[in-house]
C-alpha cells in the first residue's frame, strides 16, 4: 500500500463549486504539505503544518483553506474554484531529520482538478 | 528569502553525460536536495548534499559548494528513462521553513 494516497485522483468540477482534496498517509510523519504544479511553473507551496496544530501559509495560499484533521490526514479545500485554479495538486509528508538533516519530502501521486 | 537558479531544459542522448547547475541565495545552512519528476509522475528524492563536496549514488552523483551556494547534479551513462524534470532544493532559512522547490530543470534524452 502506498505510503502517501490522494483521493480523489482527478476530478472535474465548475465554477463556483467548493471542493475538498484529501492526503492520508501512513508513514508516521508530523509535516505535511499542499502544492501545486502548473506547466513551466515547478512547484508551489500552497499551506504546511508541521504538527496537528500547526498551519502556516505557503506562497500562493490564497482562494484555498486547509484542515489538519489529524497527524495522518491533510485535507485542501478550494472554497469557490475558479478555473485558473486547475492544475495538479500534490500532497506531501517529511519529518525532519529522519534519513538526512533536512526535510525530505515523500510525494502522494497527485490529484489532477480541472474548474470548467 | 530564497531565491535559485537552475536551467529550464537540457537535451543529451543516451550515455552521454549531464550536468544540472543550480545556484541559489538563502541565509540557509543545511545542505542542498535534489528531486526527480517524471511526466505525469509524482516527485522523488534523489540525493542530499549535507556537506560541500561530491555525493556519488550508481549514475547520478551531486555537488554542493556553500561558500558559492551552488551545487549541481551530474548524470552520467544516460538512459532514456532519465528524461524527467529534475528539482534543485536549496537549505532552508531553518528548520521551521518549508523546501522551496522552484521549477525545475526538463532533462529530455534521446536514442
Known amino acids: 500500500d502506498a505510503d502517501v494516497t490522494q483521493t480523489p485522483r482527478n476530478r472535474i468540477t465548475k465554477t463556483g463549486k467548493r471542493i475538498m482534496l484529501e492526503c492520508s498517509q501512513t508513514?508516521?510523519?508530523?509535516?505535511m504539505y499542499w502544492y501545486r504544479q502548473d506547466p513551466g511553473l515547478g512547484l508551489r507551496l500552497i499551506y504546511y503544518?508541521?504538527?496537528?496544530?500547526?498551519?502556516n501559509k505557503g506562497e500562493i495560499s490564497d482562494g484555498y483553506s486547509v484542515s489538519r484533521q489529524a497527524q495522518a490526514k491533510f485535507s485542501l479545500s478550494l472554497e469557490s474554484a475558479i478555473p485558473n485554479q486547475t492544475a495538479l495538486y500534490f500532497c506531501?509528508?517529511?519529518?525532519?531529520?529522519?534519513?538526512?538533516?533536512?526535510?525530505?519530502?515523500?510525494f502522494g501521486p497527485g490529484t489532477r482538478l480541472t474548474v470548467l | 528569502g530564497q531565491s535559485l537558479e537552475q536551467p529550464s531544459e537540457v537535451t543529451a542522448v543516451e550515455g552521454a553525460i549531464v550536468q544540472i547547475n543550480c545556484t541559489y541565495q538563502t541565509s540557509g545552512f543545511y545542505g542542498l536536495s535534489w528531486y526527480q519528476q517524471h511526466d505525469g509522475g509524482a516527485p522523488t528524492f534523489l540525493s542530499y548534499n549535507a556537506l560541500d563536496g561530491l555525493e556519488e549514488t550508481g549514475r547520478f552523483s551531486s555537488f554542493l559548494s556553500r561558500s558559492d551556494s551552488y551545487g549541481y547534479l551530474l548524470l552520467q551513462e544516460l538512459q532514456m528513462k532519465d528524461s524527467a524534470s529534475y528539482f534543485c532544493?536549496?537549505?532552508?532559512?531553518?528548520?521551521?521553513?518549508?523546501?522551496?522547490f522552484g521549477k525545475g530543470t526538463t532533462l529530455s534524452v534521446s536514442s
Open positions: 506531501a509528508t517529511s519529518s525532519w531529520g529522519e534519513t538526512t538533516s533536512t526535510d525530505t519530502q515523500y
Open positions: 532544493v536549496p537549505p532552508q532559512d531553518q528548520a521551521g521553513t518549508a523546501l522551496i
Open positions: 508513514k508516521g510523519h508530523d509535516r
Open positions: 503544518s508541521f504538527d496537528v496544530k500547526d498551519i
